[in-house]
């Protein structure tokens, strides 16, 4: 059964800081892995997806990696605002046919402090 | 694009009584919704898996007869919690898929109190 692991649960960061997020899954044979952003009492908002084959991918400050070898994942976030403060969460879908449901991390409380 | 809605965004009622959340993609057809379950300071947790003009498939652990899942449209899924008891106080989530190998598209989210 996967299991999906983010640390620290929960962080907080000066305004303006770089941070990174660490996220962690137990089985390899993932089809894709996605971060998530989720505020309170709100839903998820897609932030970046990775697909198996891919290393990286970039949306303007945010980056995020991916070694499907060794289980990990990460979510970099540069020059942090008091805006990014959310609860981020990340998931992976299994590799498979029909295999949609995704497994998802208890995800890293982040707070940026003005 | 690719909005998903859910109705109602907050529900407050007493034990034992039915309620049905709706969740529509608003752009979209989606052959296929799904519906998780978070409880405080832990992960969405999937609970079934709903397919338009067919019955849901279940996780492990969730009752079928306790949650009942309609998929009756391209566009609408609905789940109705029924006969609630305080246990079932949660925060519910809905998504859609556009495609076989697109990503899911999360709604708001829906907070159930029961008293």
């Known amino acids: 059964k996967q299991e999906v692991t983010q640390i620290p649960a929960a962080l907080s960061v000066p305004e303006g800081e770089n941070l990174v997020l660490n996220c962690s899954f137990t089985?390899?044979?993932?089809?894709?892995l996605q971060w998530f952003r989720q505020d309170p009492g709100k839903g998820l908002t897609s932030l970046l997806l990775?697909?198996?084959?891919?290393r990286e991918q970039t949306s303007g400050r945010l980056n995020a990696s991916l070694d499907k070898s060794s289980g990990r994942s990460t979510l970099y976030i540069a020059a942090s605002q008091p805006g990014d403060s959310a609860t981020y969460l990340c998931?992976?879908?299994?590799f498979g046919a029909g295999s949609y449901q995704l497994t998802f991390g208890k995800g890293t409380k982040l707070s940026v402090i003005p | 694009g690719a909005v998903v809605s859910q109705h109602p965004s907050w529900v407050i009622c007493k034990s034992g009584t039915s309620v049905k959340i709706e969740c529509r993609s608003l752009d979209f057809q989606a052959t296929t919704m799904f519906w998780y379950r978070q409880f405080p300071k832990q992960s969405l947790m999937l609970m079934a898996t709903?397919?338009?003009?067919?019955?849901?498939?279940?996780e492990q652990g969730v009752e079928k007869d306790k949650f009942l899942i309609n998929h009756a449209s391209l566009t609408l899924s609905t789940l109705t919690v029924t006969s609630a008891h305080p246990e079932d106080s949660s925060f519910y989530i809905c998504?859609?898929?556009?495609?076989?190998?697109?990503?899911?598209?999360f709604g708001d989210g829906t907070r159930l109190s029961i008293l």
């Open positions: 998504s859609a898929k556009t495609g076989v190998n697109q990503p899911q598209h």
């Open positions: 990775i697909q198996s084959s891919q």
């Open positions: 998931a992976v879908r299994p």
């Open positions: 089985d390899s044979a993932i089809y894709n």
């Open positions: 709903s397919n338009e003009g067919s019955k849901a498939t279940y």
